[in-house]
Antibody
Framework: EVKLVESGGGLVLPGASLKLSCIVS????????MRWVRQAPGKGLEFIGE????????NYAPSMKGRFTISRDNAKNTLYLQMSSVRSEDTATYYC????????????WGQGVMVTVSS | DVVMTQTPVSLSVSLGGQVSISCRSS???????????LSWYLQKPGQSPQLLIY???NRFSGISDRFSGSGSGTDFTLKISRVEPDDLGVYYC?????????FGGGTKLELK
């Protein structure tokens, strides 16, 4: 069974940094691109970016470039999202997701982790 | 970025009924390779999204044939027939033809 489990969320002060993790099981992690998507409370889905199977390449949505960094540790079956200089508008549920094929849609999603940016 | 517009924003249906959700893109979703990367997702209350349909009309593994996708270019439709209680939630279309991936604003399906 494919499983993705995010962690690391919580309440964070504006301007701070936070690192989210996504531990996967049920498939060969090192064979897949992996992605992050977020959803502000009551809002729609927003793509953040993705990382190549070997970690050598990342792509980000233009609006996300600069403050978000995606990385992975294939030995630990873990995907990461480093968030820096967070703002109130970064308040959202963050999902890791696996694509169907290299460039396909999001076929498996984690349960999500909530990040609240507030003083 | 490609803007995805879904209509209606919300929809009421009786159990056993049929509904259609429209998704329109600001640019053609036909990729240079000839594929159209339009997908549909359902987010049930309190859950993460789940993939229903990909490349316009292909049902994902385990998805009922009550769900069907159609369309081309910039106009796409998701049809749900014989609606069941487990179908309720918010439906999103998403495109991956042009980077970055973008999604519609969602259509909430509720019981009448």
């Amino acid at each position: 069974e494919v499983k993705l489990v995010e962690s690391g969320g919580g309440l964070v002060l504006p301007g701070a940094s936070l690192k989210l993790s996504c531990i996967v099981s049920g498939f060969t992690f090192s064979d897949y691109w992996m992605r992050w998507v977020r959803q502000a409370p009551g809002k729609g889905l927003e793509f953040i970016g993705e990382i190549k199977p070997d970690g050598s390449k990342t792509n980000y949505a233009p609006s996300m470039k600069g403050r978000f960094t995606i990385s992975r540790d294939n030995a630990k079956n873990t995907l990461y999202l480093q968030m820096s200089s967070v703002r109130s508008e970064d308040t959202a549920t963050y999902y890791c997701a696996r694509p169907l094929g290299d460039s396909g849609p999001f076929d498996y999603w984690g349960q999500g982790v909530m990040v609240t940016v507030s003083s | 970025d490609v803007v995805m517009t879904q209509t209606p924003v919300s929809l009421s249906v009786s159990l056993g009924g049929q509904v259609s959700i429209s998704c329109r893109s600001s640019q053609s979703l036909v990729h240079n390779n000839g594929n159209t990367y339009l997908s549909w997702y359902l987010q049930k209350p309190g859950q993460s999204p789940q993939l229903l349909i990909y490349k316009v009309s292909n049902r994902f593994s385990g998805i009922s044939d009550r769900f069907s996708g159609s369309g081309s270019g910039t106009d796409f439709t998701l049809k749900i027939s014989r609606v069941e209680p487990d179908d309720l939630g918010v439906y999103y279309c998403g495109q991956g033809t042009q980077y970055p991936w973008t999604f519609g604003g969602g259509t909430k399906l509720e019981l009448k």
